[in-house]
């Protein structure tokens, strides 16, 4: 998965024609490590996602802009503009994050 490291790529991805979840984590968040777990799950029943991941650690400005308060959160955007938020309380087992994903992204 790619990793964002810098606001112009953020600003980048997230203009997009095509919808990029942007996944947010932490090195130090159990939940985060526990999501990348079954991530392979997911890709499996949702098909082809444009994930990437971005350490709300090393770039809490964007974290901030867009409301991420829990980790891990993911986070659609499609145009600049953001179209759907998984907080970290309603993305803790694969069918939430497949459903999450199966109405925002198709």
């Known amino acids: 998965m790619e990793h964002v490291k810098t606001e112009e790529q953020f600003q980048e991805l997230i203009t997009s024609n095509e919808p990029v979840v942007l996944k947010f984590f932490t090195d130090w968040c159990p939940d985060c490590k526990r999501m ?3 991530l392979p ?3 499996e029943e949702v098909g082809s996602v444009n994930m990437v991941e971005i350490n709300k650690d090393e770039l809490p400005e964007i974290a901030e802009k867009y409301d991420v308060m829990g980790i ?3 986070l659609v955007f ?11 309380a309603n993305a803790k087992t694969p069918d939430q994050v497949i459903e ?4 925002s992204v198709k």
Do not use: R, Y
């Open 100 to 103: 999450f994903l199966n109405e």
């Open 36 to 38: 990348d777990m079954f």
């Open 72 to 74: 891990p959160s993911l």
């Open 41 to 43: 799950t997911v890709f």
């Open 78 to 88: 499609k145009n600049g503009e953001k179209k759907a938020h998984l907080h970290s």
